[in-house]
């Protein structure tokens, strides 16, 4: 008399997403996967949260563009009550700003909605078995991120190498003021304006700021601040 083994309980996934497209397509691709089973799903962050106050799951898909916030914020939050759960970004923003701090965050996959969706329930798998599924377009954009000889030489470059890579670079007033104002998220000409300066002058600011960090955009400023404790 054979005994069949039995099958192992399917992987629960929770889905954070307002549009209702993507959330049929989403789980019109799970349904066709027997080891995964769709559990949840939160339109806005308010009921992400209520979602996070239940029981966890094991695979979180979480949109960044939420009616009523970030999803970046859900992702921390997630990383937080449900430490075991795997988290994966599913989300149509692909600037570096929005990758490094869905990472730093949490998340461990960040998939563009151009990716084929059909893809997603092994996408999950992936995720859960402790691979990092990622864009092509993401994926080069973080490596490029960490090849020193893509960087674009910057003026006034020798000041950073003055302070030496371990030392914590020392900005100006000035340039502190304007990287305050680069974290809050303020565009060149706002930060002008509420300076009292031409946009030259910032311009100005910020290539000593990028020349002292070693960086060459806003978000990697705002990241090596922190890393430093500037900010």
């Not at 054979?2 to 099958?7: D, F, G, L």
């Not at 806005?44 to 239940?54: D, I, P, R």
């Not at 914590?168 to 930060?191: C, D, H």
Request: hydrophobic share 45%; charged share 25%.
């Amino acid at each position: 008399m054979s005994i069949e083994a039995a099958s192992p309980a399917p992987l629960k996934v929770a889905l954070v997403e307002d549009d209702a497209a993507f959330q049929e397509a989403f789980r019109t691709a799970l349904a066709g996967a027997p080891d995964l089973a769709m559990v949840g799903l939160a339109a806005t962050v308010a009921e992400a949260l209520a979602l996070l106050a239940g029981p966890a799951v094991d695979v979180l898909v979480v949109d960044l563009g939420l009616p009523d916030g970030s999803g970046v914020d859900v992702i921390g939050e997630a990383h937080a009550r449900w430490p075991g759960c795997a988290i994966m970004v599913a989300t149509t923003f692909a600037d570096e700003r929005h990758v490094i701090a869905s990472i730093e965050a949490g998340a461990s996959g960040y998939l563009l909605k151009d990716s084929p969706l059909p893809t997603i329930a092994e996408d999950i798998r992936v995720l859960h078995g402790g691979g990092s599924p990622i864009s092509p377009r993401i994926a080069r954009q973080v490596l490029m991120r960490f090849r020193p000889d893509e960087r674009p030489a910057v003026e006034g470059a020798g000041d950073a190498e003055t302070t030496g890579k371990s030392a914590i670079p020392s900005l100006s007033e000035r340039e502190q003021e304007t990287l305050q104002l680069i974290t809050r998220g303020f565009s060149f000409e706002e930060i002008a304006e509420l300076m009292g300066v031409s946009r030259n002058t910032v311009l100005t600011f910020v290539r000593r700021i990028y020349a002292k960090l070693e960086v060459r955009s806003k978000t990697e400023a705002v990241f090596e601040a922190r890393a430093y404790g500037l900010l």
